[in-house]
């Protein structure tokens, strides 16, 4: 027995898309959690202490979460005027209650506990038996517990140090009431360390705000002073347990799904104005979108001197295609007229394709439909809403597109005339055309699943709902409905109700939804300096257009008058990092100037603890295998999507190839302040370079003196390979 209860507009995360998404009570620090799709404010949440327990005289009671967190953001087409923004909700519904995540013991640093050595954590210390590796500072000396700081205990095992059995533990260190940083091992002798509590694991941000907040069970609107505020990418929480029988099978079986359920809404009545742009902004992404019967060319010759021949061919099944102006390579010829690639050796005239911006929602296929109030939550697909998405589907074919489009077409009209024409409902309808219009609104072919993503409906939510609403009286009232059917159904509502406790949704029922992942995609203003990666020109989110400073002979005399040293010794430096690739990376005519960079799988296998181990091109305990330069930000993205910030932090930037790690005695509050600060201008990479030297005596003693020895030991390593001698010659070069 499936709930009957589905929202519409929203998305379901299950074990089949997300399987590491569900916690995993004995390594927590294993699984993945959901991760918020914008930025903004936590407007509202509840926290369930435990599964709902619905009682519907079953071998047990159905789990069911009610835990949620709603998000408020504010997207600024235009930042000076406020009537062309839009406040969107994002939901994220059935996320795992407080009892699905793990405890763990804390544990205080003695007296005799201060300077107990930390050691290296990967993913084999399971089957390790000797003491791991003990932890280095940037220095070369061990790093060292310190009397008083807190410890959270993950794990326990014996290692044999000396040859003896020593109980160690897996740690990591208690920062504002939660475990945060690295994870290490430290000897677990009860002289060194004593009980000091327990605490959560893996506990979202947001969650231990919620924590402290001290309300359970209910639904919390925050007040003014508590400002919870989130950031794509930020944890939600993990996938929450649904149980659910089988009422067809005696005995009946319960199975359990882990799931959760996303929505992004809007009570915006501007939304239809948005859609339109009748703002007519034009900035931020572009695209062109092909007319029909429009025709195509052929390119000649190269550069500004190439020509364009028409050919015979003309748009017909392309016709309607998007494609962001960039891909297109568009080409201005000596006349003025620009062409643009729609595919290899095809080119288009400007006259014949919509240049679009990113606002242009509705030329972009976005499409709003405003439904009636829902009458029946069990018979949503006999509403009128239905068939007008069936008919914005069907105007995208055309028999002039082809064949498959005259049929697509033919198929979508009969489909909109029965269900036009369709009986009124009875309480034992005909499931039939139900499957029909549930297909043709989920069929992955001819691009349907991107007009049905682009579809914003208005109708009313069922997060309002009890079960005395007369909107379920098929299920609990009207219908010959088991007992079991209505427990369930019931316990459902009465767990997951929210809207009716949360200003501004209690005063309104009909809402906005919007796809949760297709609409937050296309409002992504900006736009990224590209880079080959992997032969593709890709976007790169996390660091700034180039804008062309470069250090002058001033900046490099103000720069040597601060730390005291040589203009030509700062030079040195910088000639020995960079090579001849200098500040920047260039690869192609159509890229852009991207930092010239150098991704150090050690280093992000250090700030990963080893978890990403089986990528042994960018995680590994070993230094070395860094390739060519044109893979490193290859290597750098593909660590990104594993963990944005170990990644921005295992690579080393710009003219003085300076870890991101190091973004706090360069000057910046956080890795990705470093890199898009460095990656803006040749001036700041200086500046990142002076701060750096300025915080470490032993470096600004050495490039003073000249001690080029001393200088790379520190810069570079203690195993660094020759980098003296090079920074030696440069500098008598540049003498």
């Not at 159905?62 to 969107?88: A, C, H, I, M, N």
């Not at 980098?723 to 008598?732: A, I, T, W």
Request: with cysteine.
């Amino acid at each position: 027995m499936a709930l009957v209860i589905t929202g519409t507009g929203g998305i379901h995360i299950g074990t089949s898309s997300s399987p590491a998404s569900v916690l995993n009570q004995d390594t927590p620090e294993k699984s993945v959690p959901l991760q918020f799709m914008m930025d903004g404010e936590v407007v509202a949440w509840r926290v369930n202490r435990d599964y709902a327990a619905i009682e519907c005289y079953q071998e047990r009671p159905l789990r069911q979460s009610g835990t949620f967190v709603l998000v408020k953001s504010v997207y600024k087409p235009d930042e000076q005027d406020e009537s062309s923004w839009l406040t969107l909700y994002q939901l994220y519904m059935h996320i795992a209650p407080l009892s699905e995540f793990p405890k763990r013991p804390l544990y205080r640093v003695t007296q005799k506990g201060h300077g107990v050595r930390m050691r290296k954590h990967s993913r084999h210390d399971d089957s390790r038996e000797i003491v791991p590796d003990v932890l280095a500072n940037k220095h070369g000396h061990a790093r060292m517990l310190m009397q008083g700081e807190t410890l959270t205990v993950l794990q326990q095992k014996s290692f044999l140090l000396e040859l003896r059995p020593e109980p160690f533990a897996l740690v990591q260190r208690l920062q504002d009431g939660k475990p945060a940083g690295d994870l290490f091992w430290v000897s677990m002798r009860p002289e060194y360390l004593e009980p000091d509590g327990e605490c959560y694991v893996c506990l979202p941000e947001w969650m231990h705000h919620a924590l402290n907040h001290g309300v359970f069970d209910d639904v919390v609107v925050p007040s003014a002073p508590l400002k919870v505020t989130v950031k794509a990418g930020d944890p939600v929480g993990f996938l929450g347990a649904q149980d659910l029988a089988d009422e067809d099978n005696y005995p009946q079986i319960i199975t359990t799904d882990y799931k959760a359920h996303i929505e992004l809404l809007s009570l915006d009545e501007h939304v239809p104005d948005v859609v339109a742009n009748v703002k007519g902004i034009k900035t931020g992404k572009q695209f062109i979108k092909l007319k029909l019967k429009r025709p195509l060319y052929l390119r000649n010759g190269e550069d500004e001197e190439s020509t364009f021949k028409q050919m015979s061919a003309i748009t017909r099944a392309d016709a309607g295609k998007i494609i962001p102006r960039d891909a297109t390579y568009p080409f201005t010829d000596k006349n003025g007229v620009t062409y643009f690639q729609i595919r290899p050796h095809t080119w288009m005239h400007q006259d014949d394709v919509e240049q679009l911006s990113q606002h242009d929602l509705a030329e972009l296929n976005f499409h709003c439909i405003e439904a009636e109030h829902t009458t029946d939550f069990t018979r949503t697909l006999d509403e009128r809403w239905v068939i007008d998405a069936l008919k914005s589907i069907s105007s995208h074919f055309d028999s002039e597109k082809g064949p498959a489009s005259a049929q697509a077409k033919m198929f979508y009209d009969s489909l909109i005339h029965n269900a036009e024409n369709r009986r009124p409902p009875d309480p034992y309808p005909d499931k039939s055309l139900d499957e029909l219009l549930f297909g043709a609104l989920h069929t992955n072919q001819m691009n349907i699943p991107e007009y049905a993503r682009r579809l914003i409906v208005k109708h009313d939510s069922d997060w309002h709902s009890t079960r005395e609403d007369t909107r379920w009286s098929s299920v609990f009232t009207v219908r010959d409905e088991s007992p079991v059917v209505k427990m369930a159904n019931g316990g459902f509502l009465d767990v997951t109700r929210w809207m009716d406790k949360v200003p501004p949704f209690a005063s309104q029922r009909s809402v906005w939804h919007f796809h949760p992942l297709e609409f937050p995609e296309i409002l992504r203003s900006a736009e990224f300096p590209k880079t080959p990666v992997n032969g593709e020109l890709t976007p790169i989110e996390f660091i700034h257009f180039y804008n062309g400073d470069k250090i002058d002979d001033t900046d490099y005399e103000e720069a040597a008058k601060e730390l005291g040293c040589e203009v030509a010794a700062i030079k040195a430096v910088a000639k020995t990092e960079n090579g001849p690739y200098g500040s920047y990376f260039k690869f192609e005519d159509n890229d852009d100037y991207v930092p010239a960079i150098l991704f150090e799988r050690h280093h992000f296998h250090k700030y990963t603890n080893g978890k990403y181990d089986q990528f042994e091109d960018i995680s590994n305990p070993v230094a070395g295998g860094y390739g060519a330069t044109s893979i490193q930000y290859a290597k750098l993205i593909k660590a990104y999507a594993l963990d944005k910030k170990a990644a921005l932090k295992s690579a080393s930037w710009g003219k003085f190839q300076i870890l991101a790690s190091n973004y706090a005695t360069s000057g910046y509050a956080s890795p990705e302040d470093f890199v898009f600060a460095l990656s803006k201008s040749e001036k700041n990479q200086l500046k990142a370079f002076v701060s750096f030297i300025k915080a470490d005596r032993v470096l600004l003693r050495s490039i003073r003196t000249k001690d080029w020895l001393s200088f790379a030991q520190r810069y570079n390593g203690p195993r660094q390979k020759g980098y003296d001698l090079k920074m030696e010659r440069n500098y008598n070069a540049s003498l």
